[in-house]
């Protein structure tokens, strides 16, 4: 079993900065990923970005691709969403999840993760 816990959410201006963070337990071997993924009232989950565990490669939205950062530290089973330059339709609940064995195509489908974290709420706001 994996399980995650995330935190780093607040309240900004725009233009601000937030990191995000996505604490595992229970191993991240084999083909294990971690993605993000945020979700605003009465809309679907959207994908934001996700990380291979062992080659560190990563993947963006095209909404978020210059201004995000995914990254994952091995030592601690941590990972980080480093959100600059943030906008107002940056808002939302953000999500963490993760899966031990998962496909390049499944990466940016939420119905193929496995593990989820608890969610943290992001609000860009003038």
């Known amino acids: 079993q994996v399980q995650l816990v995330e935190s780093g959410g607040g309240l900004v201006q725009p233009g601000d900065s937030l990191r995000l963070s996505c604490a595992a337990s229970g191993g991240t071997s084999g083909s294990f990923a971690m993605g993000w993924f945020r979700q605003v009232p009465g809309e679907e989950r959207e994908f934001v970005a996700a990380i291979r565990w062992r080659s560190g490669h990563t993947y963006y939205s095209d909404s978020v691709k210059g201004r995000f950062t995914i990254s994952r530290d091995k030592a601690t089973n941590t990972g980080y969403l480093q959100m600059n330059s943030l906008k107002p339709e940056d808002t939302g609940v953000y999500y963490c999840?993760?899966?031990?064995?998962?496909?390049?195509?499944?990466?940016?489908?939420?119905?193929?993760?496995?593990?989820w974290g608890q969610g943290t709420q992001v609000i860009v706001s003038s």
């Open positions: 999840a993760a899966d031990p064995s998962i496909i390049l195509s499944s990466l940016f489908d939420a119905r193929r993760y496995g593990y």
